[in-house]
């Protein structure tokens, strides 16, 4: 087996608390990488390595780590499941090829796991499901993948490989609850006998189960099942894998991440039924990923040119400046010189690390497939960003598809404690920012304050705290505030001048002419300079200065300074009467102009709007959509799940949901649990002045 064949690059994902930093952790305990098992309840795990995530027992970032699991070499990311670190998730599954899906075992399908089952499928990654905990009394691993089947939808079916040996409801001892049926083989999980009959004979249902939905698949399983045969394993293994790898079937696997039930057949499916770097490259959504045809990739000596993709950059950490990379193609080694297509810069690599979560274990050199920590010899490029592409010297230009990272939509006033830490905030948060790109900071450098935008007030809480703790910087915060949007109503053509007479000899005027068109929904804002303006003969100071103008005014032209979007903005013409045009009039005329052009459009005010997923008792569920009713939420759909609660789904502005997660906690007695992500904007109804 080559040794790329043997890389399998796994994203754990899955709703918060599921168990996917304890699941991390006990496959690297039982892979021999660490020699103790920590645990999230005592802040002892690898993948937990920032002070807030062990004081909350929450992951907030990714954290890459490696373990071996016989032939192979698994890169496992344990991504946060809370939606508000949604590019720690976003990052992680476009570098990965494949997931482990977590649910837990007592609650099932909940309210994020919908979320990042639907992102991963966007990048059509094969996936594996895990029904963990359940070591607990009450868990019920068949409504479980009941539920995951109403999740997955038509087109993808959950397969079960394993189960639990008792079903639920039936009485078991402890040890009982720890046994998994490994159906494939038709032994316990670890190659135990089954105990008794009623075992044997839930084994062979799950088998009959199994090798039916291979048959809707495969001509040749369909002939075994027909003829009541138990296929070769070698064929039934090789048809479960095409249709793992082709998204058609999601393997089930179950057990325990705290006993470490089950999780060695998980590891096995993950080798056996999970994409290599190869595979994944070569399926549909790989190439949409890389579509860069062989032959550009070869160099003149027959190896091929090293691409790698940013996973994120990490600078003036305890470990000094690094960048986690995805290499697609190619072999990196020290003082291979690599240039970012993105942004033009030049890099030399320093040193290459095996990623341990907090731990960097040197390297010489590193293959095609893996997933890797890189130093570049003097430090990162100072514009170096998350998803950049990184091609080898003297190779083709290449830029991979691009992250998408959902807007900020809340925004906080953060000011520094005292001098000291005004002083140092502006580039601690922009440093912040550049690592998250969810966060945006826009600082006053005179007066040190700083505000700082996001996905949501959680999100934003823990990057003060971060602030504080990795950088030294104490803030006040003020109230979180909605960030609006604005665009034009209707298009409009407008021509706006600027004249003033100096003297009767010295005369100040130029005139801009620009339009305002509406763009559909998400568009953003496109803005155009006709040719002849280019073409105008103006000292090109002025016509930066327009670009400067037009920039200016977009960012900030609404209601409150919210910023221009889903708009299309073309200059159409300038001319001045100056004999020599200067850039202050240009500057004036152009600011008037869209400025004059904005006010006759008939603007309207945009509001972020949330998809809003809460999972409730049944009991609840009235209260639940009363209350989001008076919150402006609009109900899409409400069904019962299986553990007896109710999912309702809805679209609510940001704006009613500041101080949601309270107000629900004290609704339901702390019985609900939502999750909510970036869904548009939307426009604001005139009639809603305050909201709360
Ligand atoms: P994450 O948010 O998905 O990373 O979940 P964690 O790994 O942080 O686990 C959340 C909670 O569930 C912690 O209190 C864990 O101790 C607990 N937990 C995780 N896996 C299991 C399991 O298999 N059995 C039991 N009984 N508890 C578990
Ligand atoms: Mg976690």
């Known amino acids: 087996m080559a040794a790329s064949d043997a890389i399998r690059n796994v994203g754990v994902i ?66 946060p499941g809370h939606i508000d670190f949604t590019a720690e998730v976003e990052r992680s599954l476009r ?138 394993e070698g064929a039934l293994r090789g048809v479960l894998r095409k249709a793992a790898l082709s998204n058609r079937l999601v393997p089930v696997l179950c057990g325990s991440a705290k006993t470490g039930a089950g999780v060695p057949l998980l590891l096995d499916t993950v080798q056996a039924f999970l994409p290599s770097p190869a ?36 600078r003036g950490g305890w470990q000094g400046d690094w960048m986690a990379v995805r290499l697609y193609s190619g072999c990196l080694h020290k003082g291979l010189c690599l240039r970012d297509c993105n942004r033009g810069a030049d890099l030399k690599i320093g040193a290459l690390w095996r990623l341990n979560a907090a731990d960097l274990l040197p390297l010489d050199a590193v293959e095609a497939g893996d997933v890797v920590g890189l130093s570049p010899e003097g430090g990162l490029p100072a514009n170096l960003r998350t998803g950049d592409t990184l091609a080898e010297a003297g190779g083709p230009e290449i830029r991979l598809a691009r992250m998408h990272f ?42 040190g304050v700083c505000a700082l935008s996001g996905l949501g007030e959680f999100h934003l809480k823990i990057a003060a705290e971060r602030l504080r703790t990795e950088y030294g910087v104490r803030t006040q915060a003020g109230r979180p505030q909605v960030l609006y949007r604005t665009c034009c109503g209707v298009s409009v053509r407008h021509r706006g001048e600027f004249r003033r007479q100096l003297s009767p000899e010295t005369l100040l005027q130029a005139s801009v002419e620009i339009s305002l068109e509406p763009l559909p929904r998400g568009s953003g804002v496109e803005v155009r300079f006709a040719e002849q303006v280019g073409g105008a003969a103006l000292p090109s100071g002025c016509l930066e200065a327009l670009r400067s103008a037009v920039d200016e005014v977009v960012d900030a032209c609404g209601p409150t300074g919210c910023p221009l979007t889903d708009t299309r903005v073309t200059v159409h013409e300038v001319s001045s009467l100056m004999a020599e045009p200067s850039e202050p009039v240009f500057l004036t005329a152009g600011r008037t102009a869209l400025l004059e052009a904005y006010a006759q459009s008939r603007p309207v005010v945009l509001e972020p709007v949330m998809r809003l997923e809460v999972s409730v008792p049944a009991d609840q569920t009235g209260s639940v959509m009363a209350d989001l009713a008076s919150r402006r939420g609009r109900i899409l759909s409400h069904a019962s799940v299986a ?50």
Not at 280 to 286: F, K, V, Y
Not at 650 to 663: F, G, K, N, Q, W
Not at 670 to 692: D, I, L, M
């Open 406 to 447: 959902p807007e900020p939509v809340v925004t906080v006033i953060l000011n520094g404690v005292d001098a000291a830490d005004r002083a140092k905030l502006p580039a601690a948060a922009a440093s912040l920012a550049e690592e998250d790109p969810t966060l945006r900071c826009r600082c006053d450098s005179d007066s």
């Open 279 to 314: 595979e994944r490259l070569a399926s549909p959504a790989g190439r949409r990923l890389f579509n860069i045809s062989p032959t550009r990739l070869t160099r003149p000596d027959g190896g091929d040119y090293a691409v790698l993709t940013v996973i994120k950059a990490f």
């Open 643 to 692: 553990d007896g609660g109710v999912r309702v789904v809805s679209r609510i502005p940001v704006a009613e949901m500041l101080s949601y997660a309270t107000d629900l906690r004290s609704l339901t007695g702390g019985r609900a649990e939502f999750s909510a992500e970036p869904a548009g904007y939307e426009v604001k109804p005139e009639a809603v002045k305050k909201t709360r």
């Open 95 to 232: 570098v990965m090829d494949a997931a482990v899906a977590v649910f837990c075992g007592l609650r099932g399908v909940q309210a994020q796991s919908e979320m990042v089952w639907r992102r991963a499928a966007r990048y059509g990654l094969p996936a594996i499901a895990f029904v963990n905990k359940l070591d607990r009394e009450g868990a019920n691993f068949e409504a479980v993948v009941a539920q995951m089947g109403e999740l997955l939808g038509k087109e993808t079916h959950p397969v079960v490989l394993a189960c639990p040996l008792r079903a639920a409801g039936v009485p078991q001892s402890q040890n009982e609850r720890e046994a998994i049926i490994d159906l494939l083989t038709g032994r316990l999980d670890g190659g135990g006998e089954l105990p008794d009959e009623a075992a044997r004979e839930r084994c062979r249902q799950g088998r009959l189960r199994l090798l039916e939905q291979l048959a809707d698949c495969d001509a040749a399983m369909m002939e075994a099942y027909v003829a009541g045969e138990w296929p070769d």
């Open 14 to 79: 899955a709703h918060v608390d599921a168990g996917k930093t304890s699941l991390t952790e006990r496959i690297l305990h039982l892979c021999g990488s660490i020699r103790y098992c920590g645990a999230v309840d005592e802040g002892t795990t690898v993948s937990d390595y920032l002070l807030q995530e062990r004081e909350r027992g929450v992951s907030i970032v990714s954290a890459a780590v490696t373990c071996r699991w016989k032939e192979c070499r698994i890169n496992l990311i344990d991504t």
